[in-house]
């Protein structure tokens, strides 16, 4: 019988040498896959801390504050741009911070949908329930400033509504389009919801003949650290 050379491998030594080295890239895209995990964990958390954080703040001097909250303005008409340039330091307080985290919204709600207001941010619509509390919480903001993200949003996308009290998530149910007297979108619901709403179609020229609707319901709640340190 033939001696294996000096120096070669028998087959079941390769074979164990290809397991060996199979399973270190296992445990290696395994190690990988937790710490890419974990660091998106920790981001999440000293997300929601941030912005409870930037709310309190906003709370108790908006003028001062408010200046560091620059959104994503790439989407955006110059004339939104300027109108909210030359406002964004000035008014009340906010209600809440509303967040669309996969559209890059992030955006103040404060009470009130007159101009000025909805050049600052979002407003919160009179008659409706108030962010944070049970019923449809209507908010609306311009097609060509705050929400034209809203164009890309979709069925199953998530809403973040960071108030004093809690951090809510909302997931997207529908979107549709109405005309301007349709009120009906604002009537109360049975659940806990969000009616995000805006002029449409977004790139019209002019005023906007329909309205763009965005319903979401609320799926969780989370109270703020620091509430839920004291309790424990």
């Known amino acids: 019988m033939r001696r294996p050379r000096a120096g070669s491998d028998a087959p079941g030594d390769r074979r164990a040498r290809l397991w060996r080295l199979a399973e270190r890239i ?17 981001d999440r958390i000293a997300s929601r801390q941030r912005g409870m954080a930037r709310l309190a703040a906003l709370q108790a001097a908006p003028a001062a504050s408010a200046q560091a909250a620059d959104p994503d303005l790439s989407l955006w008409s110059p004339e939104r741009i300027a ?6 330091s000035s008014g009340p307080a906010p209600l809440a911070i509303l967040r669309i985290p996969r559209l890059r919204v992030d955006v103040l709600v404060l009470e009130g949908t ?16 108030r962010p944070g509390t049970d019923g ?11 929400f034209r993200a809203l164009k890309d949003i979709a069925v199953g996308d998530v809403i973040e509504l ?23 979108v604002l009537d109360p619901t049975p659940t806990r919801a969000l009616t995000l709403v805006t002029c449409y179609p977004f790139y ?3 005023s906007a003949p329909q309205r763009f609707i965005v319903r979401a319901v609320t799926t969780s709640q989370t109270p703020p ?3 839920t340190a004291r309790r424990e």
């Open 26 to 42: 296992a445990w290696a895209i395994a190690v990988a896959c937790l710490l890419v995990w974990s660091g998106f964990h920790v």
């Open 204 to 206: 019209f020229v002019g």
């Open 136 to 146: 449809n919480s209507g908010i609306a903001a311009h097609r060509d400033g705050f």
């Open 225 to 227: 650290a620091a509430k």
């Open 162 to 184: 960071e108030t004093a009290g809690a951090i809510e998530h909302y997931r997207v149910e529908r979107t549709w389009v109405v005309d301007p007297e349709d009120v009906s």
């Open 83 to 88: 109108a909210w340039r030359a406002v964004r």
């Open 114 to 129: 007159d101009d000025l207001t909805l050049n600052r941010g979002a407003g919160h619509i009179e008659d409706t329930a």
